[in-house]
Structure formats: structure tokens, C-alpha cells
């Protein structure tokens, strides 16, 4: 693109990489031809896991890549578009997406997506345990288990000593509800303040800085701030402990992993693990998801005057059954979901389910998108049997988010509809065969 007689096109190209908005475009055949860092940073992809493009284009069409498609397929924009979802880290985002379709001469050429990333905003507005203001407290927590029942004597124990706590574990395992319950619990005078350090910056650790007053400060996944406001943050709590602030923190994974692999600063861990508190993933505690369901149907029973007071039976297999990698938080999001379509309903049955948790649950492909990333330390396939893996997933997927309808999902994929039927029996028959 020139204007006169410059070449826009290199500052076009800077200002797509340098930009705040996630932005991935594809071509008429659905094939990325645009995607930019903060898109990179959005989803969690690591730069060598994009150095090949088609493997991005397998994860992108299991991710959200179906507004995409949707746009390719009608030529209507899909605008502001709410999106949560756990990230390649197994990060929690949540993104407002507008999807766009693109015209050259009055001819479709492919389709632009723009997300911005609303995750900090989102965890400020989206506190469904509060009821009218009032604090969580320990009581307000699921614990069945012995791991959960452990996580809250020893969360006690540290809000009577004040020491400052580490809280350790994946994205919606419940580490902020434990921090609030800590807060409240302890003779920590003032309010709670959390510094969400996704999205965090040197001006806002600053000015926490000069407002602190004693009260208890919440630094939340300490591992996702960038090394020199680590070290800012570790100065600014040196120097409130003097007074009379509280601190707690957390981080998603092991930290001793974390501090080998220089996304944590060792003093800042020293700092914090005067006591840390390990929650187990959902999946290693499944005891909890039924007690949860219970509260969550009472509370939806109070809230909204529904009658709804249980799961079917093959409902529950399907939640005993799956792995929950966004934890609690999936589950509790997975609830407002299916609730939203509830009218008179005493139970929850599959029909309610979201198709996307239907596809997932029940429909499982034998692999998951991971398995097309090439790592260190994982045996390569030969590339036939490769690209036959890869076809097979794409084509089952295609088909899961057409709704098995083998006419849509071949115009989806550019092919005809006797070649789709083709290579799906090709599939059965080799996975008869395996
Ligand atoms: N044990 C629990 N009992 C009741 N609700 C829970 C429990 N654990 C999680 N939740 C629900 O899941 C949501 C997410 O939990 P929380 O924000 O504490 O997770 P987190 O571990 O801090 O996640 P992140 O690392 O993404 O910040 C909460 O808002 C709460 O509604």
C-alpha cells in the first residue's frame, strides 16, 4: 500500500506488531496469513511452537478459529464477542473479540479477527460468590477433600501468624478465594488490595506503593510479571513490611520450576514462602465437584427462584469423568451456562450442556491438539503417519463443529462432500483396524 510516494506497508506491518490487540486474519480458505504478538501473548504460544504455521492453523481451528470461519462462511461481522478460555500456559483470558469479514473490489478475501484482552477487567466484575458485598470467608469454599480440608487449617494457621503466604496452584483452583478468606480472618486492619499482575506495569506497582496503608495486599500470579518489575515488586514489599501490611501471593506452578526456568525471582520467592499453600488441581480431587454443584444449585435456587436441584446421572458421569483443566472456574463458568437455559427443569440434563462441552466429553478424539506440537524429548512420527493423524483430527473436528453435518463441514474445508465421506470411512476403518 503506498500513500503518494511512500510505502505504508512496513509501517503498517510495525503498528499490527506493536499494537495492544490481538489481530489474526485468514484467507478465503480459512489459512492464517496474519498473527500478531499480543495475539502470541493472548493464546500463550511460545515462539518455537509457531515457527511452523500449519501446525498454529491445527490449534487455532480448536480454539476459536470457528468465529473465523462463521465470518468466512457468512460475510456478517461477529462483534463484541465475549471469550473465556484457558490458555497454552493454562492460563484463564478472557478476550472481547470482534470478528470482521474482509473485501477487495466487492469480492470476500478473507476475514480479520481483533481481541482485546479483558482478563484483569473481567476478574474484578465476575465475583459470583459475593453476595451483597459481603466478604468470603472460609465458609464460602468447597472443601470436601482432605487436600482442600488441609489448604484451610493451614490457610487459618497463617492468618493467625501473619506471615506472608505463597499460594500455589493452577488457574481456578481457588487461590484468591483463599487469600480473601486469609485476609479476613487475620487481624489485618484496612482493606484487601490485589494487584493482578497479568497485564500489570511499573506505574501501577508504583502507585500501590505510595497508597498503602497497612491492609493486605494480594499479589496475584506473581510468575506472569516480567523480571524487572519483579524486582520492583520485591523493593516495594521490603519496604511496607516495616509498617503494618500484610502480604500474600500466588503462582501457577511449582515455583522451584518457575525460579529454573527464570519466571520467578528467587528473593521474591523467599520473600512470599514464609508459608506456602499447595491447592490441588480439580482433577485430583473430584470429591469436590459434586458438594460444589450442590452450593451452586442452591444459590442459583435463591437467586433466581429456579427449581433446578440436580444432575442427571449421565450428566455427573460426564463431569466425574473429565479432566477439568480450568478447575473450579471451568466448572463454575460451564454452570452459568447451562443454568441460563434453565426454565422449569429440576435436573440438569445432557440436552443443556453446551455443544462445546458435549464435543469434548463426549465425541473425544483419540488426540488432542498437543499432540501435533513437535517438543524436545518426544519421539517424531514418520510424516506419513503424521499427516494422517493431523487429517483425521481436523476432518472430526470439522465434522464436531458442524454438528456432524458432512455437507457443511466439506464446504467448510473446501472439498466435496463425496471426499469427505471418503476419508471419514477411511478414518473408521483404520481406527477399526488399531
Ligand atoms: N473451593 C471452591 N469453592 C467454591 N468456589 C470455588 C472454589 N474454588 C474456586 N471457586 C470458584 O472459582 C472461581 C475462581 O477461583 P479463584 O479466582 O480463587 O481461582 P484462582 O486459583 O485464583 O485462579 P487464577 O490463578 O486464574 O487467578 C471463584 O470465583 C469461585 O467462584
Known amino acids: 500500500m503506498t500513500t503518494g510516494e511512500i510505502d505504508l506497508s512496513p509501517f503498517l506491518k510495525f503498528a499490527a506488531e506493536h499494537v495492544a490487540v490481538g489481530i489474526h486474519a ?41 468465529t473465523l470461519l462463521q465470518v468466512l462462511q457468512t460475510g456478517e461481522a461477529v462483534l463484541n464477542a465475549k471469550q473465556t478460555y484457558w490458555n497454552r500456559k493454562g492460563q484463564q483470558i478472557t478476550t472481547l473479540n470482534d470478528t470482521y469479514p474482509v473485501a477487495q473490489s466487492g469480492q470476500l478475501i478473507g476475514a480479520v479477527e481483533l481481541s482485546r484482552d479483558v482478563t484483569t477487567l473481567e476478574k474484578v466484575v465476575y465475583q459470583p460468590l459475593k453476595k451483597y ?25 497463617a492468618a493467625t501468624t501473619k506471615l506472608p503466604v505463597l499460594l500455589i496452584g493452577e488457574s481456578g483452583t481457588g487461590k484468591e478465594l483463599i487469600a480473601e478468606s486469609i485476609h479476613w480472618a487475620s487481624s489485618s486492619s484496612g482493606q484487601l488490595n490485589t494487584l493482578y499482575c497479568h497485564g500489570a506495569n511499573e506505574k501501577l506497582i508504583d502507585q500501590l506503593n505510595q497508597e498503602l496503608s497497612g491492609g493486605t495486599i494480594y499479589c496475584e500470579r506473581i510468575d506472569l510479571l516480567p523480571p ?47 508459608m506456602t499453600i499447595q491447592l490441588e488441581p480439580l482433577r485430583n480431587r473430584k470429591e469436590d465437584i459434586m458438594p460444589f454443584i450442590e452450593d451452586y444449585l442452591s444459590r442459583h435456587r ?14 455427573k458421569n460426564l463431569f466425574m469423568a473429565y479432566d477439568w483443566p480450568g478447575n473450579l472456574k471451568e466448572l463454575e463458568l460451564l454452570m452459568d451456562e ?19 462441552f458435549k464435543s469434548k466429553t463426549m465425541n473425544k478424539t483419540a488426540l488432542t491438539p498437543e499432540d501435533f506440537i513437535i517438543r524436545a524429548g518426544k519421539d517424531l512420527l514418520p510424516l506419513d503417519d503424521y499427516l494422517l493423524e493431523a ?12 454438528g456432524g453435518n458432512v455437507t457443511k463441514a466439506a464446504a467448510a474445508l473446501g472439498m466435496s462432500r463425496q471426499n469427505l465421506q471418503y476419508r471419514l470411512r477411511k478414518i473408521k476403518k483404520n481406527e477399526a483396524q488399531t
Open 391 to 402: 487429517e483425521m483430527y481436523y476432518l472430526l473436528k470439522a465434522m464436531d463443529l458442524h
Open 338 to 356: 447451562t443454568t441460563s437455559l434453565i426454565t422449569t427443569q429440576e435436573s440438569i440434563s445432557v440436552d443443556l450442556l453446551p455443544q462445546h
Open 26 to 66: 485468514v484467507d478465503l480458505k480459512g489459512k492464517t496469513i496474519l498473527y500478531n504478538q499480543k495475539m502470541k501473548e493472548i493464546e500463550g504460544f511460545d515462539f518455537e511452537e509457531l515457527v511452523d504455521r500449519s501446525l498454529l492453523e491445527v490449534f487455532r481451528f480448536e480454539q476459536h478459529e470457528s
Open 302 to 315: 435463591m437467586y433466581f427462584g429456579s427449581r433446578v436441584s440436580r444432575l442427571d446421572e449421565e450428566v
Open 133 to 157: 458485598e459481603e466478604p468470603i470467608t472460609f465458609n464460602s469454599i468447597t472443601a470436601i477433600s482432605d487436600s482442600m480440608k488441609k489448604v484451610i487449617a493451614t490457610a487459618e494457621k
Open 228 to 274: 524487572a518489575l519483579q524486582v520492583q515488586l520485591l523493593k516495594m514489599a521490603q519496604k511496607q513490611m516495616n509498617g503494618d501490611t500484610y502480604f500474600i501471593a500466588s503462582v501457577g506452578e511449582d515455583p522451584v520450576e518457575l525460579i529454573a526456568s527464570k519466571k520467578l525471582l528467587k528473593e521474591l520467592y523467599y520473600f512470599f514462602s514464609a
